[in-house]
Every structure is written in C-alpha cells, then in structure tokens.
Antibody, heavy 118, light 112 residues
C-alpha cells in the first residue's frame, strides 16, 4: 500500500528557509509518477506548489518559482521541499501527494502544519 | 492561472439527501487532444484529502457509486446521492489541464 508521510520543524521565523520531508513507503519514487507538494492555508484554500517526477525533473508553480526547490534522496525514498525567505503568508498545512498520469492526486500524506512567526 | 469557482460554499444536508456541487473554470479544461483533467476530492477534518473522481467521471478505487461526476468544457458537477454521515466534510475540485494546477475554493457539506 502506498503511504506518504510529511515531517518538518513546525515553526520557522520570517525570512528563514523552511525544509520539509516526505517519506514514501510502498512504492519507489524512481519507478513512476510525479511527487508533489500542496499546501492548505488557514481558511482552506489549496495551492499546488510543485513536483519532482520519477526521473528527477521538476516543475514549480510560477507564483513560487524564485523561492522553491524540490529535491529527493532516492536511497531513502524521500523527497523534500525547500522554500526560501518565508513570511507569515507561508503559514499553512503542507501535504505531499502522488500525481497520476492523468493529472490527479491519488495518494496524500497526513499533512504537516507549519507556522511562520517570530 | 485558471480560476476554478465552486458553488455553493456551504451545503447543509440531511442524511439520505441527494446534492450537487458545481465547479466552473475560467477557461475550457479540454486540451488539444480532447482530454479533460478534472478531479474531485473529499477532505475530512484531521485526515488527508481523498480522491473521489478523476477525468470528470471516473470513480477512484473503493469510492461508492453514490458519487458521480459529469460535465465538460468549463462546467462540472459532483453529485452525491443518499448522503451518509461519512460524506460530511470539504469537497474540492482540481483542474490538471493547465499549469499551474488549481483547486476550487471548496464546498462544505454539513448537517442541517
């Protein structure tokens, strides 16, 4: 069974960088598909942030393009989100999810809450 | 970016009701090959969002047949017949045709 689990610091100060990890079990991230980060803001709005696919190619939401980086560690079957120069507007619950070929998300993690505050 | 508008924002229901949720996009979600990438999700408190419908009308594995999707172009509908307690939560549509992928604002299905 495919499972994804996010982990992160919980609290980050403004202007710092946030780093989150998504650990995938039950499927190799190098076998197929795209591995995404999605966030949900207070108030419930969902935003697609970007992905790294099975071959290592990335795609990012242009609204974040200058601040975001998604990388991976294939030996640990993990992928990572780095977001630079965070502000309070980056406070959200962050989800990782697998994207199928027909551009939908079939497996999601439980989410990790990140608060940006001094 | 494609703007996806969901209505209504809130949908008070009684168990056993049939309801529809609308999802409208600012441009057609059919690509040049005629494929339309519109999916629906249910998000319950404390859980991760779960996929219900993909490709407008295809139910994901394990999704009951009381959930159905329809539509084309810019207008799409999720229909839920015979609502059960486990159906309560936030419903979202997602367009995966035009980058960046964008979600609707959500519809809260709640008990009357």
């Amino acid at each position: 069974d495919v499972q994804l689990q996010e982990s992160g610091p919980g609290l980050v100060k403004p202007s710092q960088s946030l780093s989150l990890t998504c650990t995938v079990t039950g499927y190799s991230i190098t076998s197929d598909y795209a591995w995404n980060w999605i966030r949900q803001f207070p108030g419930n709005k969902l935003e697609w942030m970007g992905y790294i696919n099975y071959s290592g190619s990335t795609s990012y939401n242009p609204s974040l393009k200058s601040r975001i980086s998604i990388t991976r560690d294939t030996s640990k079957n993990q992928f990572f989100l780095q977001l630079n120069s965070v502000t309070t507007e980056d406070t959200a619950t962050y989800y990782c999810a697998r994207e199928e070929y027909e551009y939908y998300f079939d497996y999601w993690g439980q989410g990790t809450t990140l608060t940006v505050s001094s | 970016d494609v703007v996806v508008t969901q209505t209504p924002l809130s949908l008070p229901v009684s168990f056993g009701d049939q309801v529809s949720i609308s999802c409208r996009s600012s441009q057609s979600l059919a690509n040049s090959y005629g494929n339309t990438y519109l999916s629906w999700y249910l998000h319950k408190p404390g859980q991760s969002p779960q996929l219900l419908i993909y490709g407008i009308s295809n139910r994901f594995s394990g999704v009951p047949d009381r959930f159905s999707g329809s539509g084309s172009g810019t207008d799409f509908i999720l229909k839920i017949s015979t609502i059960k307690p486990e159906d309560l939560g936030m419903y979202y549509c997602l367009q995966g045709t035009h980058q960046p992928w964008t979600f609707g604002g959500g519809t809260k299905l709640e008990i009357k």
